[in-house]
């Protein structure tokens, strides 16, 4: 099974809902019902106030029209470039708005997952103390959504094992934590895992962080206490 944490921090403050940190389970009108995460950052100054509206139309268009996770993901991304090339058309050259984010999907009765960026944008991968980051690096996918007329998201695919960790985060968190701190965190229990992300993001005045971890069915990992 997949436990899935997450925190994020605004202004300074820790809350439970923050523009650019999305959890959205699949409500049960697609015959597949798939998940979907995100974490959005904002790329341009004033691009902020357009994380919640970005991400809840990402969340919308997967959900309501999707064939398969990764025509579903593509889709829902070039609906929120289009939405955001549509706004800047219309704006003044300085009032231009771009993000990048990192989405997840998958299935809830499968650990197959499938991870889509567009930069600025990151992600990591922990399997068997392997740590793998995870940016953006074709150029299709080195630009914001809604600043250029063309874009592609890069896509991985995952199938996780128990013990298996994917963690979205914001780019300014994993420029802040070092490579060693990631991997030692995420070695941890999940829950532990995401504490000891929080301990080291929260002198951050905005970030976000959503961990998806593989877990047995009796919520126990590998090498824990029986």
């Known amino acids: 099974m997949l436990w899935v944490g997450q925190f994020g921090i605004a202004d300074g403050e820790a809350r439970e809902k ?3 940190l999305g959890a959205f389970p699949d409500s049960g009108r697609s015959e597949e019902p798939a998940d979907l995460y995100l974490v959005v950052e904002p790329a341009t100054e004033g691009s ?18 999707r064939l398969s996770l990764t025509g579903g993901l593509l889709r829902a991304l070039k609906t929120a470039h289009e939405n955001l090339r ?3 058309r219309r704006s003044m050259k300085d ?5 990048g984010v990192s989405c997840l999907a998958g299935r809830a009765d499968t650990r197959e997952m499938y991870l889509a960026q567009v930069a600025p944008a990151s992600a990591a991968h922990y399997s068997n103390g392997e740590l793998l980051s995870l940016e953006p690096s074709l150029p299709d ?3 914001p959504l809604g600043l ?4 592609w998201p890069q896509f991985s695919r995952f199938e996780l094992e128990v013990g298996d960790r994917l963690l979205l985060l914001s ?11 990631l991997a030692a965190a995420l070695s941890a229990p999940h829950e532990e895992a995401l504490q000891a992300l929080y301990r080291l993001g929260r002198s951050l005045p905005n970030c976000a962080a959503l961990l998806v971890a593989a877990i047995g069915a009796s919520n126990q990992e590998p090498g824990a206490d029986e």
């Open 148 to 151: 250029y007329d063309e874009f």
């Open 141 to 143: 996918a080195s630009e």
């Open 18 to 20: 923050t523009p650019w």
């Open 86 to 88: 549509e706004w800047n």
């Open 48 to 65: 902020a106030e357009f994380c919640e509206e970005l991400k809840v139309a990402i969340c919308d268009v997967f959900h309501n029209d």
């Open 95 to 99: 009032h231009r708005v771009a993000a």
């Open 171 to 181: 780019p300014g968190l994993a420029r802040l934590i070092r490579q060693e701190e």
